[in-house]
């Protein structure tokens, strides 16, 4: 029962009233017996410092934080995890003991864990979109010591840079998504990720399409696993397409959940709630 002496975890974007983490929040919530409820808090970007500036001076315990403030809050922030600082990217910030923002980013823990019981060990992937998320996807396949990790993008300038971020770590094959060659990385891919938002429910005619249209994936064997990080809708037609080809396809329900779950322990100083508490509210909210 919510009560004068509930304190609250928001959610802070541009917009958020599409989002489901509050459905999976507040069960894992309840399930732990917290004094603590979950809410959504669109945000401009203009107000992005006055906002949370406020927030430390209330009952608020934490935030999640997405588009399009995920870069913008780094220089907000007083303590900053070694992953967020290689992102260049914050999704989950708590309040230290001195009352300061201290941020981490979870979307690579989230993004691998329907990935970790499959051998993916020095197998060759396909990363297709250069924004934000695939920085954080591309981390979790140089975790996971995939082989090779080749981009196929549309813009060449956010390309390039995502390349430079990691040649510390691998080096990355990029494609513009015209090029001839992506045939050949699609037919010898052991594993495809969508980070782009094709497919994500918007539009009715924006849903039916594959990303960088079909002719893309006229070389897509059965073998290969097709992840896409949108959920909604579920599945998606690059998802139903794919299984159709035969493959194993994985929508991004679980890396929401995984990356939910990441942010709680993150509050709670590592308090767990079981997988399906979450997946469960979200299933049965869908």
């Known amino acids: 029962m919510i009560s004068s002496k509930t304190s609250f975890i928001a959610l802070i974007g541009d917009p958020v009233s599409h989002s489901l983490s509050p459905i999976m929040q507040n069960a894992a919530f309840q399930y732990l017996g917290l004094?603590?409820?979950y809410i959504a808090m669109p945000c401009k970007n203009e107000d992005l410092e006055l906002v949370l500036n406020s927030l430390k001076k209330v009952n608020c315990k934490g935030l999640n934080i997405t588009i399009p403030h995920k870069e913008k809050v780094l220089n907000l922030c007083s303590e900053i995890s070694p992953i967020a600082s290689k992102l260049k990217a914050i999704n989950t910030l708590k309040l230290n003991s001195e009352k300061e923002w201290s941020a981490t980013n979870t979307d690579v823990e989230g993004f691998i864990y329907p990935l970790k019981t499959?051998?993916?060990?020095?197998?060759?992937?396909?990363?297709?979109g250069s924004g934000g998320a695939a920085r954080s996807v591309i981390q979790g396949l140089i975790n996971l010591k995939l082989s090779r990790i080749s981009v196929v993008s549309?813009?060449?300038?956010?390309?390039?840079k995502l390349i430079k971020n990691f040649e510390d770590q691998i080096q990355i094959q990029g494609l513009l998504s015209n090029d001839n060659q992506t045939q050949n990385f699609i037919e010898e891919a052991d594993l495809v990720v969508n980070t782009t938002p094709v497919g994500m429910k918007r539009a009715k005619h924006e849903m039916n399409i594959l990303p960088y249209g079909e002719s893309f994936w006229r070389s897509l064997k059965s073998k290969t696993i097709v992840y896409d990080l949108i959920y909604n809708p579920a599945p998606t037609h690059l998802l139903k397409f794919s299984a159709n080809k035969g493959c194993m396809t994985i929508d991004g329900l679980q890396m929401l959940v995984a990356q939910g779950l990441q942010s709680?322990?993150?509050?709670?100083?590592g308090l767990e709630v079981p997988f399906h508490i979450m997946n469960n509210a979200l299933k049965n909210y869908l």
């Open 264 to 269: 709680l322990s993150f509050w709670t100083n």
């Open 118 to 128: 499959l051998n993916l060990t020095k197998k060759q992937s396909i990363v297709l």
């Open 154 to 160: 549309r813009n060449k300038s956010s390309l390039n």
């Open 35 to 37: 004094d603590l409820i």
